[in-house]
């Protein structure tokens, strides 16, 4: 099979290591990896037949793509730092992908600094986890030009069965920030109503199955309502990750003047498990905070 | 066709004559139906070839199956007055099937007081509303002794497609708080996903696919997302209503010791949607408060 192209990942968590096992699968050529935590790297790049880069500069002269998967926004504006080590040096003409989930503001900044070295920047934000990485079925949404969108297009394909085009540099995060509000406020309303049937006695499995019939059904039941009866907590998103992006969410609305009391009330309770201590927990966890005597048992 | 049976209707608002007519189509015989206006009683007993009575004892005295269908808990008490006309009068051997949204005592004490009647008495909590009393496919949950709900099963089943036996008195009004509960906390909570959506310049058709696809998922985005962003507050269930079964849960849940403060959140802005003169528009009127410009602009 003749190359699709080459690409470089940077960040090799569980997303970064997917995504790129799941792009050579497909034809592309991984020339390198990099990670903070260069053993990581090492071990990732010796199952890709990919080098384990040492400088950020030899990731951008290895690949026409470099794809970004970062932790956060210092990280995310450390790699492509205007001095030192840096994605940008040697850049010209490169494309830039960047997956991380960021503050919207870091992507319009690192599209400006790619394209003042003449690259291109895409911001390709994901709203699911590590199987759909290694799956390549990806729900992806796109911020940034419409020309480095059409650019990117044949690999985002590759990576996702869902794919979406919002709008300028920033916009994806918008609105997978508002995603993860809404999907937050849901979750604590959800353990709200679960914990009160619990204390009047309700048969808890019955509950659900009525608010899965009616006004009260949301993704979350599905996801997170028998995980909350159960105590099942093992970390799919994090309470303390909930509390970041509500947390996003809700300075985009102060910086517009709008108040938001129940995605307020969301964060705090997330918030709380973080000062309890429970902050790794799923954010299914917060249930633990509204079953009568839970959170005082657990600690 | 042989009657199933003779019934009649306390309550003769949109439900309780949508209610009459279906049982009457299917072929009840509807002797009586009584209202505090009763102007209205007369109306719908002449369409249905009832008598329009004018006691509470001579609605007992018309049929077996006595369906009440009343606005609040005052009014409940107020049918079933222990002294006075009363559909407590002549009610030995009576079947009292209680479709009103009420406080979940309210339940016990009539099935109390019924029974010091030697009368049966089960509350048939509605979870839909007027084209389904019409066409028989009610969501209702049952909450009374296993025999009541025996006895009551054949006309249950011509008025609901959806028929769940819960618990005793009072057990499906706490399941319907609790829909609510979380069914209104899910509104307020897309409320301010679309309203800070807007205040970002997002196209909000697209934001709400994105919703659908996601963890943001709900039935409210389903029924009222639409109507948020284009501000189509039609009545359908109220936000005095929300704010009234969001209360019922807190007062539950304050009576059991927990503390619920996303519900808290959702009901102080129903509340405020009162304050302004917005609660009888749709809970999906919640919007007004959350997008950029508009409660003031309403006002």
Chains 1, 2 share one sequence.
Not at 182 to 202: F, K, Q, R
């Amino acid at each position: 099979m003749s190359s699709k192209g080459t690409v470089a990942v940077v960040g090799i968590g569980r997303m970064g290591a997917n995504i790129a096992r799941r792009l050579r699968e497909i034809g592309y050529d991984v020339t390198a990896v990099y990670d903070v935590e260069s053993g990581v790297a090492q071990v990732v790049a010796a199952e890709l037949g990919a080098s384990a880069a040492q400088t950020l500069s030899g990731v951008t002269a290895s690949a026409d793509t470099i794809l970004t998967v970062v932790s956060d926004d210092a990280a995310m504006l450390a790699i492509f730092s205007e001095t030192g080590d840096s994605l940008l040096d040697g850049a010209n003409g490169k494309l830039f992908v960047n997956c991380a989930t960021l503050s919207p503001g870091i992507h319009v900044e690192v599209e400006r600094r790619a394209e003042a070295r003449g690259a291109s920047s895409l911001e390709a934000c994901m709203a699911s986890s590590i199987p759909q990485a290694r799956a390549g079925t990806l729900y992806l949404m796109a911020g940034g030009r419409p020309e480095t969108y059409e650019r990117a297009l044949p690999m985002l394909e590759g990576m996702s069965t869902a794919l979406r085009y919002i709008g300028p540099a920033g916009s994806a995060a918008q609105v997978k920030a508002l995603v993860n509000m809404v999907m937050n406020s849901n979750t604590a309303a959800l353990a709200e109503g679960l914990g009160l049937g619990d204390a009047l006695g309700l048969d808890l499995g019955m509950l659900r199955e009525v608010f899965a019939q009616t006004g009260a059904n949301s993704r979350v039941l599905e996801t997170d309502g028998a995980d909350m009866q159960a105590r099942e907590h093992d970390v799919y998103f994090s309470a303390a990750h909930a509390a970041k992006d509500s947390g996003i969410a809700l300075e985009l609305a102060r910086e517009h003047g709008l108040e938001l009391p129940v995605a307020a009330a969301t964060k705090a309770q997330y918030d709380r498990m973080i000062a309890l201590g429970l902050g790794e927990l799923d954010k299914s966890g917060v249930a633990e905070l509204t079953f009568p005597g839970r959170a005082t048992s657990r600690l």
